[in-house]
């Protein structure tokens, strides 16, 4: 099944996606970021977040694929202290964060949020097939805390609809 610039095909029981950028082809191994994302998805609480670490330099092989090293925070934590936690981070890395914000006419949302952290080079060619891959459809880049402040999140992902994060 081809979509845009993805390839998404089942192979060895892991499922992998093909990225085709310029003359070179990557394959990246995304099992440990699925694994990673259906434990925050499907936690009651709020406030979880994965991070993502770009695979090292490919090894000989092409066609052995690349794996991301991926640390869970399964634990409550606020934008703000997801941010902070991000400062000694060097870049690039992804985070993905499981977002519930409160309505202004009532009721709550949950949205998942994707944020491209210290982008460099051509790492939002990454960040958009993890994003595509796990069905995350808000995507934020950032290169300090300042860059993205819930208030402004919390717009971009309600489209103006929420008023505050729970």
Known sequence: RVHGEYKFYQASNVLLSQ?????MEYVYD????QCAFSQIKYQSN???YIVIHPPGCPSDD?????????DVNPHNRKWEDMLQALECEMGPVFVVYDL??????GGN?????MLEWRPSGDSYIVAKSI???LGVHDFLVAQDACDVP???VLKTVSNGAAMGIH
């Open 46 to 48: 709020p406030g979880s």
């Open 62 to 70: 092409p066609d052995q694929p690349r794996t991301f090293r991926v």
């Open 100 to 105: 519930v914000y409160t309505l202004h006419m």
């Open 30 to 33: 995304f099992s440990a970021i």
């Open 19 to 23: 990225i085709v950028n310029m003359s």
């Open 131 to 133: 994003a595509g891959h």
């Open 109 to 113: 949302r949950r949205a998942h949020v």
């Open 150 to 152: 819930s208030g402004s």
